[in-house]
C-alpha cells in the first residue's frame, strides 16, 4: 500500500493512525500542502480533489480520511475499528463525524486560506474562527462522551476505534493553535490514553519524515 498524505494534516493523521492499529505497512509519500504540491499535475491525475490522504492499495484508490480507514477496517478486520452491534457502530461514527463534518471542514487549510486571501480577515481573527470552533465543537463531543455507559477508556469501550482516530489529531491540532481545552475531562483522558499506544504517538506529525 502507499499512503500519499502529509505529516501536519489531521485527515493524513487518522489514516496513519489505523495503518498503525492494525500493524499494516505502507510506502510514506509525502505531499506538501503549503508547497502546493496537492494540485501539481502529477497528483491531480490521482486524486481529482486535489486533498490528502490517498490510499493507493494494488488496483484501488480510496479518498477521504473515513472511507480510508472504513476500507481498512473491511479488508483488514482485526483489530476492528468499528466493533460492535449496529447501534454501538452509529454511536462510534457520530463521534467520529463530529469533528470530521462539524469542525475540521471549518478549519481546514483551503479554508484559513480563503479567510485571509480573499476576504481579508486578520491573521489574529482568523485565530478566533478557529478557535471558535474547535472549542465549540470538542465541547460537543465531551458531552457526548461524558458518562455514557460505553465511554471507557477510549471513546467507545476499553480498544481504540474510528472515534479515537479522529479526536486525537483534532486534539493535536487544538493544542497548536493554543485552543482552549478547559472543561474537556473526558475528551483530555481519552487522549491520554491514546498516545501512551506507539500507534498514535509514533505517528504524529513530528515523528513523519516530512515533520517541519
Given at each position: 500500500?502507499?499512503?500519499?498524505?502529509?505529516?501536519r494534516s489531521s485527515a493524513s493523521y487518522r489514516v496513519r493512525i489505523a495503518l498503525a492499529l492494525k500493524?499494516?505497512?505502507?510506502?510514506?509519500?509525502?505531499?506538501?500542502?503549503?508547497?502546493?504540491?496537492?494540485?501539481?499535475?502529477?497528483?491531480?491525475?490521482?486524486?481529482?480533489?486535489?486533498?490528502?490522504?490517498?490510499?493507493?492499495?494494488?488496483?484501488?484508490?480510496?479518498?477521504?480520511?473515513?472511507?480510508?480507514?472504513?476500507?481498512?477496517?473491511?479488508?483488514?478486520?482485526?483489530?476492528?475499528?468499528?466493533?460492535?452491534?449496529?447501534?454501538?457502530?452509529?454511536?462510534?461514527?457520530?463521534?467520529?463525524?463530529?469533528?470530521?463534518?462539524?469542525?475540521?471542514?471549518?478549519?481546514?487549510?483551503?479554508?484559513?486560506?480563503?479567510?485571509?486571501?480573499?476576504?481579508?480577515?486578520?491573521?489574529?481573527?482568523?485565530?478566533?474562527?478557529?478557535?471558535?470552533?474547535?472549542?465549540?465543537?470538542?465541547?460537543?463531543?465531551?458531552?457526548?462522551?461524558?458518562?455514557?455507559?460505553?465511554?471507557?477508556?477510549?471513546?467507545?469501550?476499553?480498544?481504540?476505534?474510528?472515534?479515537?482516530?479522529?479526536?486525537?489529531?483534532?486534539?493535536?491540532?487544538?493544542?497548536?493553535?493554543?485552543?482552549?481545552l478547559a472543561g474537556l475531562p473526558t475528551v483530555m483522558r481519552i487522549f491520554e490514553a491514546c498516545m501512551?499506544?506507539?500507534?498514535?504517538?509514533?505517528?504524529?506529525?513530528?515523528?513523519?519524515?516530512?515533520?517541519?
Amino acid at each position: 500500500m502507499q499512503l500519499y498524505n502529509y505529516a501536519r494534516s489531521s485527515a493524513s493523521y487518522r489514516v496513519r493512525i489505523a495503518l498503525a492499529l492494525k500493524g499494516l505497512s505502507y510506502d510514506y509519500l509525502p505531499v506538501h500542502l503549503l508547497k502546493n504540491e496537492q494540485v501539481a499535475p502529477a497528483y491531480s491525475v490521482l486524486n481529482a480533489a486535489q486533498l490528502v490522504p490517498l490510499l493507493i492499495d494494488g488496483e484501488e484508490r480510496v479518498t477521504q480520511s473515513m472511507a480510508i480507514i472504513e476500507y481498512l477496517d473491511e479488508t483488514h478486520p482485526e483489530p476492528p475499528l468499528l466493533p460492535g452491534t449496529p447501534a454501538e457502530r452509529a454511536r462510534i461514527r457520530a463521534l467520529a463525524q463530529d469533528i470530521a463534518c462539524e469542525i475540521h471542514p471549518l478549519n481546514n487549510l483551503r479554508v484559513l486560506r480563503y479567510l485571509v486571501r480573499d476576504l481579508k480577515v486578520s491573521d489574529e481573527d482568523k485565530k478566533r474562527w478557529y478557535r471558535h470552533w474547535v472549542e465549540s465543537g470538542l465541547a460537543v463531543v465531551e458531552r457526548r462522551l461524558d458518562g455514557h455507559p460505553s465511554t471507557g477508556r477510549f471513546c467507545h469501550g476499553d480498544t481504540p476505534t474510528l472515534a479515537d482516530c479522529l479526536l486525537v489529531p483534532q486534539i493535536h491540532n487544538a493544542q497548536r493553535f493554543e485552543c482552549s481545552l478547559a472543561g474537556l475531562p473526558t475528551v483530555m483522558r481519552i487522549f491520554e490514553a491514546c498516545m501512551a499506544l506507539d500507534a498514535f504517538s509514533k505517528t504524529q506529525a513530528s515523528e513523519c519524515p516530512d515533520a517541519g
